[in-house]
């Protein structure tokens, strides 16, 4: 019998019946878990200090001031130390909820920005999708920044012009009507007045900066798939419906996470400048952050503040988190995390 068959028990001398190697990716694999994150910012250390300033921004700016949550279970008082004031636990936020300030606060925050989203999208999409098909250059690049325009004036400017509309003296809406014979509308009394003013502000203000966004976007649509429509016998009205509207779907669910992200903050520059102090008006246009800040510009209630901005960052948080997991359950592609 072959001297090497007897070896390897029946097999050729080339054969090994033990383990096989481990392979030369599972090697490397295993070196890296070793080298582990101390390895990665020695081999990375110039994309890490580039990071570095945005993460110190972060830690001071949001992180550091996160102690400060503890005063939403206190009852704070200025004349004690910052850690000083009486714990009180849940009673700030169950006074908000008993009182239904809470309650009112969370529809008016999110019912103007739900009106924001789909009302503020749809109005970017239709101008952009208009804008798209005009033929004239120089029409659409003056429509563009006509439109654009109102984004790059201050809520500060925008309240005096308001106030001049609307005063109920010698605003102008007061002074027209009084000219036509007709009753002179006090609007700054007027509560209900304001849901559709303070909506139609805001449209007017960010629609150009949304139209931006969704022109671009339609820019970027190969234009062979108009062609192909065209060829096809597709109408105007049938090449927006089936080609670009669909197009648009991913850059519309990003700024709708975008959006919902905040939809919690409101817009307090808008509200706060335009109604102000005025309480009158606090049913219709109070939102939770003129509440924190009346809470702690006017009442000094610094524990009530921080319980409602407490609530709104949770609120928020669970939002975004629900909405991206539906997203997520619905096309994977779409979601942001």
């Known amino acids: 019998m072959d001297s090497h068959t007897n070896a390897a ?31 990665e910012l020695v081999t990375n250390r110039i994309l890490f200090l580039m990071l570095l300033p945005t993460l110190i921004f972060f830690f001071i700016n949001s992180y550091i001031p996160m102690v400060g949550v503890y ?49 503020g999208n749809g109005l970017a999409i239709l101008s952009a999708v208009l804008l798209s098909e005009v033929k004239g250059r120089w029409f659409k690049k003056a429509a563009q920044s006509i439109l654009f325009l109102p984004y790059f004036i201050s809520f500060v400017i925008l309240s005096v012009i308001v106030y001049n509309v609307f005063n109920y003296e010698s605003g102008f809406l007061n002074t027209m009507l009084k000219g036509f014979g007709l009753d002179p509308v006090d609007v700054y009394n007027t509560p209900w007045m304001w849901v559709p003013l303070i909506i139609l502000f805001y449209l007017w203000k960010n629609l150009g900066y949304s139209m931006v966004i969704y022109l671009a976007a339609i820019t970027g649509i190969p234009e062979d798939y108009y062609e192909a429509a065209k060829i096809d016998g597709a109408n105007i009205f049938q090449r927006i ?56 510009k006017v009442t000094f209630d610094v524990g009530m503040a921080t319980a409602a901005g407490l609530y709104q960052s949770l609120f928020g948080f669970i939002l975004i988190l629900s909405v991206n997991a539906v997203i997520r359950r619905i096309n994977d592609e779409y979601a942001l995390f």
């Not at 050729?12 to 080298?35: C, F, I, N, Y």
């Not at 975008?258 to 008006?281: A, E």
Request: no cysteine; aromatic share 14%; hydrophobic share 45%.
């Open 71 to 119: 005063y939403a279970f206190t009852r704070f008082d200025f004349g004690t130390g910052l850690f000083d004031a009486p714990f009180v636990g849940l009673e700030n936020f169950k006074f908000l909820w008993t009182s239904g300030v809470l309650a009112k606060l969370t529809l008016n925050t999110l019912g103007y920005n739900l009106a924001f989203i789909v009302l």
């Open 241 to 296: 419906w089936h080609i670009t509207i669909p197009m648009l779907k991913t850059t519309f669910i990003i700024l709708l996470l975008f959006s919902i992200g905040s939809i919690m903050k409101g817009q307090f520059d808008l509200f706060y400048q335009l109604v102000g102090n005025n309480g009158v008006l606090y049913n219709a246009t109070d939102i939770l952050d003129t509440y924190v800040y009346r809470s702690l």
């Open 9 to 39: 028990g029946g097999m050729g001398p080339g054969l090994r019946t033990g383990p096989k190697p481990r392979g030369r990716g599972e090697a490397v694999s295993r070196t890296r878990k070793k080298r582990g994150i101390v390895h």
